[in-house]
């Protein structure tokens, strides 16, 4: 006996429970006594941890004040801000001379027209502007920063960035409109288009000769006032540094951890050598022995530039966590994908580079992101070297005589800058796996 | 050429490459300043009164002063100096090895410190020592009642040994409260975590001052340690030794003699006094066995001040002072029952 309804039964609307918010909150919060009572417990906690915070930090707090003790007669129980906006440009940019300071601002533009282009999906050539933001950009904005006399070594780098600079915003700009890039464009504004590929070729390196000495006797006219590094600090020194250890890590990881994976032996004992040491070791210890140890290596009256030894150290450090970061992504590749790139006739480089590598990087991301976090956070550790990056201009606010004893609010201005930087890098990161990852999706 | 001869010849060569090399390390500390343009001067990580960063990023306080008066000795110019910022574990390290040309930084002159460091304290241009600090309303009227009590210090500073010495001497089991942190320690006080709190005094004036009610609180009248504080240079260079010690001095030396930075003009015009005449260089050759110019001591006082301004100013009652009383300290005048004292401009 079968029952059959010829007739589709109409779709009952959904439970109540998972439509309605009544109907969330008592599936979620309050689905049995213990929970309700956890739940109310809860939210009276949230309650009076926000509530003291919004007070203190908000309510009663002191915005405009000269300083600590006009604040403790505005509000005894709320929050000083004044003294931190008081130095908040000491806090982002240290000690750099204040009629200089546009150069900074310049210098973290340049890097955000430079980079922009990389998210930009019309744009090609990707791979030639993220080469150049990594081997030209540190020089124009090295020199950006330090000033002086330009060496003739400094001179063609700097005039080649700039070139680069306006080449890359040009091809983007083109790239946004039209599509194509600006070799294309250049060619058939030229009327070339029917030239051979040798003639084109020729034609835009005559161009780019050209752009550059323009560009060469142009620069030659512009210097800055010299900056020492001494005068660099806050957030401005704690970017640079931990931008070139995060820019170099990657590189460099990559090379040491191939080394340590080679069936050479020299190579890998040394590279695994080198890894072990600098692992087994605290980055304060290895700052401590860059700045002082080392100076006592050298002739008497022979002085490094303590920024250089710092960022140096800075750079090794992070290249051998990342080595271990980029072997673990390595052995997570199949041996049938060497295998299958050795079939088809790769080579050693080109199994690496075109099957391994996007393969295992791909793994990576969490990871890599992950120990770029922690290199930028540990970087404030060169305040105990003498280095005012930003922990340290946040805390000599509280020996400031006028501010004397004022270092909650600083502490917590940075902890809330350092969770935006690295809320947003590991957004990105996010991001970036979806992406990447996007073929497993489909 | 003979074998003979060409060994000799490279002998003189290698003798002569070492013997420049000498001459080069043989560089006076002067020499080097003077070429290099501008005298690097280390200080420590800022400490109000001595060292201060402020809001526009540039330093003051007293021993930046000192600074200040080394480099318009030599330069004429209190500008042309680069402050050096190290932390106290690494300070005589940067100094030994060549970073600093000199140190002036709350470092305490100790025996050990003048012999075994490879460095020469020149002239102590404050005298601090360990004090503390308790809660008026306490009762407590003496360190000798602090029995069994417990005692906020920073660790690993010779405060925390002063404190034990002056505990098992006195018999008064005082249970030491540690902290890393001078600002944690301070909250720590103010919460009422231990009875008193112990630091040199010059350190415990401008913690009350910081404090919400600095009138709730008192320093007790004994000083448990002497914590005399004077600027250093490496050992072996007595010409340098020398221009600190007597920058010092020139800073007391003007103030006994009543030149100050508004009057200094003045006195080295219109000026009878032999003394002054001497010192601001109208008279005599005093500058000769420095290796300085004729007015290095007219600079100094015209660049920064002499030592009374310059106490007004960071350790009195200045905009920028922390607010501790001179008079009937030891940083008082000779003259005014103090030690600071300067030997004769003759």
């Known amino acids: 006996m079968a029952i059959v ?220 006032e010299v900056v020492p590094w001494t005068k660099w600090g806050g957030m401005f020194l704690t970017l640079v540094i931990s931008g070139i250890g995060i820019t170099s890590a990657l590189p460099g990881g990559i090379i040491l951890a191939l080394g340590r994976r080679s069936r050479l032996p020299v190579i890998r004992v040394l590279s695994t050598s080198f890894i072990e040491l600098f692992r087994s070791v605290p980055l304060i210890t290895i700052l401590f022995m860059a700045t002082t140890m080392f100076p006592l290596f050298m002739p008497e009256g022979f002085v490094l530039n303590k920024l250089v ?86 805390r000599s606010i509280s020996q400031d005589v006028p501010w004397r004893g004022l270092h909650k609010e600083p502490l917590l201005f940075g902890a809330l800058l350092f969770f935006i930087i690295c809320f947003i890098m590991s957004k990105y990161s996010r991001h970036l796996e979806v992406k990447l990852s996007a073929g497993a999706n489909r | 050429m003979k074998p003979t001869s060409f060994i000799t010849s490279v002998a003189a060569i290698a003798a002569m490459t070492f013997a420049g090399a000498t001459v080069a390390l043989a560089k006076s500390t002067l020499e080097i300043v003077k070429e290099r343009g501008n005298l690097r001067c280390q200080v420590g990580t800022p400490s109000p009164g001595f060292y201060n960063l402020d809001a526009k990023g540039e330093w003051y306080g007293s021993d930046v002063s ?152 008192t320093v007790l009248p004994e000083t448990i340690s002497k914590e005399p504080l004077a600027p250093a240079v490496r050992q072996g260079d007595s010409q340098w030794f020398d221009i600190v010690k007597w920058t010092v001095y020139a800073l007391v030396g003007a103030e006994e003699l009543g030149v100050n930075k508004g009057n200094v003009d003045d006195m080295r015009a219109n000026s009878t006094n032999a003394s002054v005449r001497r010192m601001l260089g109208v008279e005599g050759n005093l500058h000769e066995g420095l290796g300085l110019s004729k007015d290095w001591a007219y600079n100094i006082i015209k660049e920064v001040g002499n030592y009374g301004e310059i106490y007004e100013a960071y350790m009195g009652g200045g905009k920028l002072g922390i607010g501790i009383a001179r008079s009937g300290s030891a940083n008082a005048l000779w003259t005014k029952g103090g030690l600071m004292y300067s030997p004769p401009f003759r």
């Open chain 1, 309 to 394: 030894q710092v960022t140096i150290a800075v750079c090794l450090f992070s290249a051998c966590y990342m080595a271990e970061t980029v072997r673990a992504g390595l052995q997570a590749i199949p041996m049938g994908q060497y295998e299958a790139a050795h079939t088809i006739g790769l080579g050693y480089w080109g199994t690496m580079g075109l099957v391994v590598m996007p393969q295992a990087l791909k793994h990576m991301i969490p990871n890599i992101v992950g120990s770029f976090i922690g290199l930028l956070k540990d970087t404030t550790l060169v305040s105990i070297i003498g280095l005012f990056d930003i922990l340290g201009m946040l």
């Open chain 2, 66 to 217: 000192i600074c200040q008066a080394v480099a318009a000795a030599i330069f004429g110019s209190k500008k042309k100096l680069e402050i050096q910022s190290v932390s106290s574990q690494v300070r005589f390290t940067a100094l030994a090895n060549g970073e600093s040309d000199m140190l002036s930084r709350t470092a305490t002159w100790t025996l050990l410190r003048d012999t075994q460091l490879g460095l020469d304290f020149t002239a102590v241009n404050f005298y601090d020592g360990q004090g503390f600090m308790v809660p008026k309303d306490s009762g407590i009227t003496s360190a000798l009642d602090l029995k069994g009590a417990t005692v906020c210090v920073l660790t690993g500073t010779t405060t925390e040994l002063n404190l034990a010495d002056f505990s098992r001497v006195n018999k008064l089991n005082i249970k030491p409260v540690t902290f890393e942190d001078s600002n944690v320690r301070n909250d720590t006080y103010l919460n009422g975590g231990c009875d008193a709190l112990t630091n040199d005094k010059s350190g415990l004036a401008s913690n009350k001052a910081a404090f919400p009610n600095p009138d709730d609180h």
């Open chain 1, 5 to 224: 309804n010829g007739e589709k039964t109409a779709a009952r609307s959904a439970p109540l429970t998972e439509t309605s918010f009544i109907g969330w909150l008592h599936k979620n919060l309050f689905s049995s006594w213990i929970n309700a009572i956890l739940t109310v417990v809860s939210i009276y906690i949230i309650y009076v941890a926000v509530k003291g915070i919004w007070v203190w930090g908000v309510e009663e707090a002191v915005w405009v004040a000269e300083n600590r003790r006009e604040c403790f007669k505005i509000s005894k129980d709320g929050a000083c801000w004044a003294g931190v906006i008081q130095w908040l440009e000491n806090i982002f940019y240290g000690r750099y001379p204040r009629p200089e300071l546009w150069r900074v601002n310049l210098g973290g533009l340049l890097l955000v027209v430079w980079m922009a282009p990389l998210w930009l999906p019309r744009v090609k050539n990707k791979i030639f502007i993220g080469l150049s933001t990594v081997f030209l950009y540190p020089f124009l904005a090295g020199y950006l920063f330090a000033g002086g006399d330009k060496g003739i070594f400094m001179q063609v780098v700097v005039s080649g960035a700039i070139i680069c600079l306006i080449g890359n915003t040009l091809h983007t700009i083109i790239g946004v409109f039209s599509g194509g890039g600006l070799p294309e464009n250049l060619t058939r504004l030229l009327g070339k288009t029917d030239a051979s590929d040798q003639n084109q070729r020729n034609t835009l390196l005559a161009i780019l000769a050209a752009a550059f000495v323009v560009v060469f006797l142009l620069q030659m006219g512009w210097t800055v």
